[in-house]
């Protein structure tokens, strides 16, 4: 008796739930967007009452000829992870973000760089962590997904194996920038007794993108420069996959920016992904749920973008502002502020 | 009409599923367990047929030695992370398995290690990359999590940081093991003209420790010395946490080993855990569709030894064999060998 009953309630729970799918379906699902990017410059203590008219300008300004370009390639039906690669490659070369050209110094004063790349139809990825002569590391981590069996490389290794395959190098005073040179300088003057103190406003600062391009196909990439006065060759969250970085065309593709250690520990980018795949949570759910909710009760500052197979964009963050910008070909957002501050 | 059927039908399956849980609970679960443990020596082409005698009975001895030290240490109420520790450094201090003393030499002769740790409390992990001065990596991998702010130190960073917290270091010279030199000449002689080939039988080797305690704490912890032959200082899946190790007193605790850069990509630790938490699914069903599912459908190779908050024990490789061992302290295992082949 209990089967029998149990099996028609199935049936007609099976039937019911199919309407509600298709009725959220239709209302979560942006109409047939061609494609979807989102990008970041890092999240922080980032207040308008902090920043000058001039530098507000200059990150608004870059930020919208970096989606452009975006936009652009997408258009003209461009591969997810080359669009990643193009995107990360002008915000590396900025001395605006905390990633190949802008990064800033670790206590010694040199520049160590980490990066990874995903690729969500195969899920092949590439990362480099604590490299000082790659002039754009996402296209060292893009090296050595595509032409190593490996998928993290580090220090003089990762170095080498970049002038083995032929990715540009450059001399490491490249990176030297008079601006995060006396951030550097500050944090050593404010460093206490314990070596291991360190200033909030010196943990973040990275880059990143997420594409959904015209084919389907999803890719994720991030790059950084790591901590200010950072110590003992740390590695934060922005090379490891999982972590920092992730990308399925089953769900989603995301890149991570915040305290990278709490990224590592609860491995962010891979549990929005679980719970979209395991949970059913749609993307605004999953990031709502992590971001909003568990980071913040854990103690763990940042943000992330994320793009899901859809064509749904999220940007959470759960500091006073993140760098950051998105179009799906039908709408475009820029931003730098919080909900708290005026845009 | 549809909704009140639908919530009729709704309230029948909440006692019809409620039902059908307590019975899988019961069936399930271990009758109360006091505690428990699982260890690891490594997966891969591990097969009676090319074993000797002699090997067989020196690793089957320590396995059993190495679970008697968990199994007195728990009996006695000792901390999950403390056990995980003890039993780790035990295995670092065999020449039997690719991890501490036992290392696998890189392609310059030289040993580097790996290792991490997590606590399923408070989540707080720990991990070494890349180092060559460290006696047991796992004390590394501790001092990481227990005296900095960081998660992931990697190369000459982590030695400096392991002599200034009082970590035992030690002359690189003590890794040397005849075995494990011949086998870097063997893998030189194999070497094809493309630096990229890998003989699968050098990806493996690692050995781990996972652990459920009188107190309901879990914990996990992972060592190794890499793959033989290894180039451009890569690091595996071993020190990251969400690859090769994840502990959540919320799920279980894991510790992986295999061809470490799919379980990098498919975050399988995590994602272990995340199948749990979001899709709940029971141990039993995670090991199996990641293990036996998942990976051997893209390709990678290895296994897991994993503990659930319930005292659940599973061990599932998809490779020859996988040196192992488990205790509940009601029933024990040791094995060495797969289905295929008799243990």
């Given at each position: 008796m209990k089967n029998t009953l149990l099996t028609t309630c199935l049936l007609v729970l099976m039937w019911a739930c199919d309407s509600v799918d298709t009725a959220n379906e239709t209302k979560n699902r942006p109409s047939e967007v061609p494609y979807a990017i989102a990008i970041h410059g890092g999240a922080g203590t980032i207040l308008k009452a902090n920043m000058t008219a001039e530098m507000e300008a200059a990150y608004t300004q870059i930020l919208d000829s970096v989606l452009t370009t975006g936009e652009k390639m997408l258009e003209a039906d461009a591969d997810a992870v080359q669009v990643v690669i193009e995107v990360i490659k002008i915000m590396e070369n900025s001395p605006l973000f905390n990633a190949g050209k802008g990064a800033v110094f670790n206590t010694k004063g040199e520049n160590e760089l980490d990066a990874s790349i995903m690729i969500g139809e195969t899920q092949e990825a590439g990362a480099i962590g604590g490299v000082r002569n790659i002039k754009n590391p996402i296209e060292g981590a893009y090296a050595v997904m595509t032409k190593s069996e490996h998928v993290l490389l580090t220090g003089k290794g990762a170095e080498q194996f970049a002038v083995e395959v032929g990715v540009d190098t450059i001399d490491p005073?490249?990176?030297?920038?008079q601006r995060r040179y006396e951030s550097l300088q500050r944090a050593k003057a404010e460093e206490s007794g314990t070596s291991m103190y360190i200033n909030p406003d010196y943990k973040y600062g990275t880059v990143g993108c997420v594409v959904l391009d015209q084919s389907g196909n999803l890719a994720a990439g991030t790059s950084t420069g790591g901590m200010?006065?950072?110590?003992?060759?740390r590695i934060g969250d922005s090379p490891i996959i999982g972590a920092g970085t992730y990308a399925d065309n089953n769900t989603v593709a995301i890149s991570c920016t915040g305290h990278g250690e709490y990224f590592i520990r609860y491995a962010v980018a891979h549990d929005i992904a679980a719970r979209m795949e395991y949970?059913?949570?749609?993307l605004k759910e999953a990031c709502s749920d992590l971001v909003n909710g568990k980071l913040v009760e854990k103690g763990g500052s940042g943000g992330l973008i994320a793009v899901d197979k859809d064509g749904n964009i999220e940007m959470p963050f759960?500091?006073?502002g993140m760098y950051r910008a998105s179009s799906n070909g039908v709408n475009r957002f820029i931003g730098i502020y919080g909900n708290k501050d005026a845009e």
């Open positions: 005073s490249y990176f030297y920038t200010t006065n950072k110590k003992y060759n949970g059913n949570a749609s759960n500091t006073e």
